[in-house]
């Protein structure tokens, strides 16, 4: 029997550059290894809006990608999920494949795909609009900018009774980018020194990781002062704006000639990926999330990588295992050491797109929509 289908107001991209549109839709589902979830919160990210604005043959659609809420329904295949159960919505994965199978499935052989198709592996959606036409959806296994969303069980991470879930969204990607690439990527420690180049969500949430972590020095790398001003509050030790000073010279300093031990790329910009790879240390590590575009090259100097012995690595979601990582990086929320929920600025469903002008401007860190 086909489970009955489900009204739901959710906002639709149908056009590059174009404004959401809030529209009464319907979903269908579950299928056995879905969820129906009413949904919360739902965080904005710059991928949303990239999504929306360069992916045209995946639109119309539905986006967002960081939301939080209430499972109402399971599909008939789902395990360890009940209705009533608090769930955080986080990055897909196939489930099948070598890397998910070996509990690395932030690098699924599936996850362009399952990311951004907006739609399931067989090409179909759940959702049609007023008009009785499909709508994109499944954007990372959960489009969530809505009042209800049809997701992956498997996408799903239940989270505790006393998690508020109008902050909890951005644990699905943001928080858990740049918390994770610090904690479980380049294992920062204590008395370590690193430098996070971009004080967006990603990287204050690194500044505020490396801080929990016993990092001594923290180097903040940012353009505009009131971000600096931020890192300042959660962690950073030193602050350095690019356009005063050369930025590597600034590190240096920082670290008595020497360079960081850790330097955590978050701006996408390819020099400023070559900066954070000379902030280093002998023996150094970057790490590097920021989203270039396809085909985009970085110079990397070879001579002082290899006489040094430095180490850079792209990451892609801090290398978390969601199921793993979410519950964590809340304990350590909930004890005052992750306080994310400081970058939150919270808009109704209805404002999404004064949301989008906002976050396209870098006017707040951390958008989160309100859904009722
Ligand atoms: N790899 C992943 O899994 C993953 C996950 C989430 C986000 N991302 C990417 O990470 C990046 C950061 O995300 P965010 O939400 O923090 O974005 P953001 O725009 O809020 O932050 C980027 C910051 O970099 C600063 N900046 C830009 N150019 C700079 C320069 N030349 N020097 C110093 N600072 C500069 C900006 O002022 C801004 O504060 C984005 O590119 C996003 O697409 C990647
Ligand atoms: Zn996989
Ligand atoms: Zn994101």
Known sequence: MTPAGHAATCAVAREPGGAFSLEQVELAGPRPDEIVVDVVASGMCHTDLLVRDSRPESLPAVLGHEGAGIVSETGSEVR???AGDKVVLSFPSCGSCIRCRTGRSAYCDSIAALKFRCARPDGSVATTDAQGRPVGDHFFGQSSFGTMAVAYARSAVRVPDDVDLRIAGPLACGVQ?????????????????????????????GIMAARAAGATTIVAVNRRAPRLRLAAEFGATHLVSPTDVDPVEAVRDATGGRGVDFAFETTGVPEVLTQAVRSLDSLGTCAYVGTGAPGQLAGIPMLEAMTKGLTVRGVLQG????????PRLWDLHRRGLLPFDRLITHYRLDEINQAAVDTAAGDVVKPVLLMQ
């Open 319 to 326: 290398d978390s295992t969601p199921a793993r990582t979410i």
């Open 177 to 205: 980018t740049g918390a994770g690439t610090v904690l479980d990527v380049l294992r920062v420690g204590p008395g370590s020194s690193v430098a996070v180049f971009g004080a967006g969500s990603v990287g204050l949430c």
């Open 80 to 82: 360890g999920l009940a």
